[in-house]
């Protein structure tokens, strides 16, 4: 297990051939993971680049590379395109340069798949084809839950948006998909990727006490690269505190009054394990941000919220 002790940063920007390495200046990032089949976004800013070296990142498109951790444990918590830059002044003294980042942005939205499968073909099947049409945007084939032996009766003309093709998948074979860092993966609704779980408790970074909400479980922890959209958690339950109803609308406390939020249920795991489903990697290599704050789920329910009333709730870069 790592000692969580010194901090550790890598943010590299790739493009034209060349790749410029800004891990020595202070780096301040804001990194968003979902499964909510929509991009990812990083918000990274850099402060006081040479105007030559910022100049040099001036196009939409590069790759953006961000590493994070400690010295003993980092790994990548975001891989992307850029798809905004700026360039500005903080101080009289001090400038920035802000870096607007999504991954698998352009597969997201140029992705088109022109096929027809003969009869017999799977869910799989449909899989490689959208994937087949993401893969000239960077987007690698990743974890593919099992979509079972199903055979299609009659052939099919797959044509279209490849996300909405996976969309149609994930419906019909009860997954979630999404691109994680340049790889797309399908996970089963009420199951976590492959992988031993990340243990939370306070000797190993947990923050704080987790909170019940009508989201999900929520928690904070030290920053964690371990931890990703679908990643397997355990949390000891008697550290969990439970919602309570308010006297006022019989909402849960901490929830929007809008809407009916009342009729979401929140599942919390008697045997501790969770998915995570949301999350939010924050730094500052020369402040005190360094952690990762997640919403989970029960690993073992099966009475889950949709994904499209979920992210009526999460925040957003």
């Known amino acids: 297990m790592t000692q969580q002790w010194i901090r550790y940063c890598k943010l590299t920007v790739e493009g034209g051939g060349e790749a410029i390495d800004l891990s020595a200046f202070r780096i301040r990032f804001t990194v968003k993971q979902h499964t909510l089949q929509t991009p990812n976004l990083a918000d990274i800013v850099i402060t006081n680049l040479a105007p030559a070296t910022a100049q040099k990142i001036k196009k939409e498109g590069q790759i953006v590379s961000l590493e994070a951790g400690y010295q003993d444990g980092f790994g990548l918590i975001f891989k992307g395109n ?3 830059r700026r360039i500005g002044r903080e101080s009289p003294t001090d400038t920035y340069l802000n870096l607007i980042a999504a991954n698998g942005d352009q597969a997201y939205n140029y992705g088109k798949v022109s096929k027809t499968l003969a009869a017999g073909h799977t869910y799989l099947d449909q899989v490689h084809a959208a994937a087949e049409a993401m893969k ?27 996300r909405d093709i996976l969309r149609t998948v994930a419906i019909s074979t009860n997954t979630n998909w999404s691109v ?3 790889q797309l993966t399908m996970v089963k609704n009420d199951e976590a990727k492959p992988g031993s779980a990340v243990v ?15 989201y999900g479980i929520s928690a904070r922890c030290l920053l964690n690269p371990a931890i990703a959209p679908n990643s397997l958690i355990h949390i000891d339950q008697s550290s969990i505190q439970e919602a ?39 730094g500052d290599t020369r402040g005190q941000s360094w952690y990762t704050d997640i919403i989970c789920w029960s690993a073992n329910s099966s009475g889950r919220m949709s994904n499209e009333a979920l992210s009526l709730g999460l925040p957003s870069i």
């Open 244 to 282: 309570v109803y308010s006297v006022d609308n019989t909402n849960l406390v901490g929830t929007a009054e809008t809407g009916n939020n009342s009729i979401y249920s929140t599942m919390t795991a008697a045997d501790g394990f969770y998915t995570a489903v949301w999350l939010s990697h924050t």
């Open 200 to 214: 939370l408790n306070s000797t190993t970074g947990l923050i704080g006490m987790p909170q019940q909400t009508i």
């Open 82 to 84: 850029i798809i905004q």
């Open 136 to 162: 000239p945007y960077g987007v690698s084939l990743g974890y593919i839950a099992d979509l079972g032996s199903k055979q299609m009766p009659r052939s099919r003309v797959l044509f279209g948006m490849a």
């Open 180 to 182: 994680q860092n340049g």
